[in-house]
């Protein structure tokens, strides 16, 4: 759906891109949510930020405590 709706994927599962890629398919752009005992609220706060500095197209976001890692889609 991510793809046929151009949508970036936003998912807490540190395989899902891998699988996705596995499959041969390519959303428009992933982020990961690496963020243990954070609170939901927190998490959403941290996504904000991190995409008001980053953008997430054509990349993979990688959000965790201390930073926000960003490499180009395979």
Request: aromatic fraction near 4%; hydrophobic fraction near 50%; glycine fraction near 4%.
């Amino acid at each position: 759906m991510a793809i046929a709706d151009a949508r970036v994927v936003v998912s807490e599962d540190k395989d899902f891109g891998n699988l996705a890629f596995q499959q041969g398919l390519r959303p428009p752009g992933l982020i990961l949510v690496r963020l243990p005992n954070y609170r939901p609220a927190e998490k959403a706060a941290r996504l904000v930020v991190a995409l008001k500095r980053k953008t997430a197209i054509d990349c993979i976001l990688v959000i965790e405590p201390a930073r926000v890692r960003r490499r180009l889609l395979p």
